[in-house]
């Protein structure tokens, strides 16, 4: 399903932009499924800390109680890097993805290249949504790790969640941003999921993507600093694709019926 809203979004858009949107609204007890997708660019993209959710999630099976606790936590609440590796080395990036796959039935390989970058591994926006679909389902069913990871969205600060809880008008929305430039990329990636609360094993998921040019040399170059440094980016992506991420979320959120 194509919206005309959609299509204004992107209408100004730099030619060699990627932006995607999915939605799904589904449940027991409540009205007919519904679903939403969007891609204009890239067919896949890279999911930067997207994922980092439904890996804590899996995970959960396979890692003492306590240390998973201790790793997944801040992965998902403070979107920490060093204890995501933790969990997807400590676990093995085959097995999650391969976990993923039986839990929700959607598929993603392994990342070209170098298999510990986490962050690399390539989605649609329709895949993360009809993942996360399935995790939150999960967790209103009854699922301990499903329950406690989405509590850990929940927890998200604003300084990480680009305004998603406001484009859905929901502010206990559950949340997880994922923000990044490689140094092979001449594009700055930032993504998000909203899991909109809602009754029973009834569940609403938006996802949006996006890849907008960054190409200036002395701003990678700052940028690739700042990184390396440890230094906080999230200003720079929210000044380069906050107002079309939080756009591409509301149309998504009004394209599957919510008033």
Known sequence: MVAVGFNELIDKLDHSASVQAAGIRRGYGGPPAREVSFTAGLTRMRCASLLKPLYAWVSAARVPDA????????????????????????VGPRVILDD????????????NGDPSRFGSVEVTAAEVAA???????????????????????????????????????SPEAAVKCGWYGAPDETTLRTHA??????????????????????????????????????HAV??????????????????????????
């Not at 609440?77 to 204890?83: E, T, Y």
């Not at 993923?100 to 990342?111: C, D, H, K, N, Q």
């Not at 699922?143 to 406690?148: C, V």
């Open 131 to 169: 993942a996360y679909a399935v995790f939150a389902q999960s967790a209103a069913a009854g699922d301990a790790a499903a329950g406690e990871v989405l509590g850990w969205m929940r927890q998200v600060s604003e300084t990480q969640a680009f305004g998603a809880r406001e484009a859905t008008r």
């Open 67 to 90: 240390r998973w606790r201790e790793l997944a936590e801040p992965a998902v609440v403070v979107s920490s890097n060093a204890d995501t590796i933790g969990l997807w080395l400590g």
């Open 234 to 259: 999230e200003d720079i992506h929210e000044n380069l694709a906050g107002d079309l991420l939080r756009n591409l979320i509301s149309t998504t959120h009004t394209e599957l019926g919510h008033p």
């Open 193 to 230: 999921v909203a899991l909109l609360p809602r009754t029973g094993t009834k569940v609403t998921v938006i996802v949006a993507l996006t890849a907008l040019p960054y190409t200036d040399a002395r701003d990678r170059e700052t940028y690739r600093t700042k990184v390396t440094q440890g």
């Open 100 to 111: 993923l796959r039986e839990r929700t039935g959607v598929r993603w390989g392994l990342p």
